[in-house]
């Protein structure tokens, strides 16, 4: 009996999704297609044997809790609407085969050099792959207590990840998670992105 629950207790090693194979870039599509390009790409994969190097599609989600009908109603919602994270080992074929995807309108990052999304992002946007204790994690924070000095309609710049050297304006501050909301101007449209204080500066 020991050793089974032994062998019960122990979790397998959690795996942060930055540590796959791979490297994790940021694809621009065309807003609303997002689940239909994920499809598309995932088929094109298959089709074309790139299995090996293209390896994973991912839609950051983050749940919203809205009031509908005098409830509150928790809801799942897109991070960055318009925007697919992709898992691939990036060389000329596989850059075609995602480039050429219906629906896609390119990686962010220079034209011929898509830039790869650092650990804190990738872990930001999906996950470390660890539960994290979420009472002792709000606990620290009102420790803490929030350090940013930000208002609604300030304009900032983006300091780091896929929208670096982006300016935009604050649309919303949320002290709890030391969070502010980002109207950037992507591609000629405006995009709200959801950004930690750490990652924004003053201009």
């Not at 208002?151 to 900032?156: D, R, S």
Request: include cysteine; proline fraction near 6%; charged fraction near 30%.
């Amino acid at each position: 009996l020991a050793e089974e629950d032994v062998l019960v207790e122990t979790p397998p090693p959690a795996i942060s999704p930055y540590d796959r194979p791979g490297k994790w870039y940021v694809l621009h599509t065309q807003s609303g297609y997002e689940n239909k390009v994920r499809q598309n790409i995932e088929a094109r994969t298959k089709s074309m044997g790139m299995e090996g190097r293209i390896h994973e599609i991912a839609i950051p989600m983050e749940e919203v809790t809205e009031i509908k009908g005098g409830r509150k109603v928790v809801s799942q919602k897109k991070m960055f609407p318009g925007y697919l994270l992709i898992r691939c080992t990036l060389d000329d074929d596989s850059w075609y085969v995602i480039r050429n995807t219906p629906g896609v309108t390119g990686f962010v990052g220079a034209a011929n050099k898509p830039q790869s999304l650092p650990r804190k992002d990738v872990e930001n946007f999906l996950g470390t792959g660890e539960e994290v204790d979420a009472e002792a994690a709000v606990a620290t924070k009102r420790t803490t207590g929030p350090i940013h000095g930000y208002e609604i309609n300030e304009t900032v710049r983006v300091k780091e990840g896929p929208f670096a050297d982006f300016s935009g304006e604050i649309v919303e501050i949320n002290e709890d998670q030391l969070k502010v909301k980002v109207l950037v101007n992507i591609f000629g449209r405006e995009t709200p992105v959801e950004l930690e204080f750490s990652q924004v500066a003053k201009l």
